[in-house]
């Protein structure tokens, strides 16, 4: 059980990009606040989550949309862990954020 938790994360899609060894969560910040350094857990059963570091947060606007929204950056060590990343289809999900993790 998380007891740090400092944001909720709705994430609604993810992608990468190869070239710069990055993946991308977009989503909007539910509650508390996201700052780089911090952990997202990724969940992937009832008992076991992957923690990822934010290296950065940007905020983006999707054209004819008024709501802004926010990406999660996650830098990867290398193609491996990125294709495992991406393999997971980060999508339409919670994201709890806290301040400890594995790297």
């Known amino acids: ?5 400092k944001a909720v994360f709705s ?15 977009i989503g909007t910040v539910d509650s508390g606040r996201v700052s780089p350094n911090q ?6 059963n009832s008992s076991l989550s992957l923690t990822l570091r934010i ?3 940007k905020e983006i606007e999707f054209a004819k949309k008024e709501e802004k929204y926010q990406l999660l950056i996650i830098a990867c060590e290398d193609e491996e862990e990125l294709g ?7 999508g339409l999900e919670k ?3 806290t301040e400890t993790g594995l790297d």
């Open 95 to 97: 994201i709890r954020i």
């Open 55 to 57: 290296s950065a947060i």
């Open 11 to 25: 994430a609604i899609d993810s992608f990468a990009i190869r070239s710069s060894l990055e993946y991308y969560i």
């Open 1 to 5: 059980m998380l007891t740090d938790i």
């Open 39 to 44: 952990f997202a857990h990724i969940t992937l």
């Open 84 to 90: 495992l990343i991406l393999a997971m289809n980060v």
